[in-house]
């Protein structure tokens, strides 16, 4: 019954920084883990970083240093910070909310890194 909805997906050049955001229609407070993940066009679907409601956090080996996942629950949204992006970096990121047996998705929103 909760929808998450990502923004903040765009076109940026090497270097540069965008802020995703994942927006649920409801409190997200029930939601231990929450997390980002990525899919490039003809790969699998990878996680990016995980976050739990305490704040403890995760970050796969190729954005750590680059990235900060945050979380906000007054407000229901999670965050992604991305910075010093390479176009390796490009694809279409979706937050999911873990919640057995059946997770949440969002709809995902395009970043693409240029050189």
């Known amino acids: 019954q909760v929808q998450l909805v990502e923004s903040g997906g765009g076109l940026v050049q090497a270097g540069g920084s965008l802020r995703l955001s994942c927006a649920a229609s409801g409190s997200i407070f029930s939601f231990n883990v929450m997390g980002w993940y990525r899919q490039a066009p003809g790969k699998q679907r990878e996680l990016v970083a995980t976050?739990?409601?305490?704040?403890?956090?995760n970050y796969a080996n190729s954005v750590k240093g680059r990235f900060t996942i945050s979380r906000d629950d007054a407000k229901n949204t999670m965050y992604l910070q991305m910075n010093s992006l390479k176009p390796e970096d490009t694809a279409v990121y979706y937050c999911k909310a873990f919640h057995w047996p059946t997770d949440y998705w969002g709809q995902g929103t395009q970043v693409t890194v240029y050189s």
């Open positions: 976050i739990t409601r305490g704040g403890s956090t």
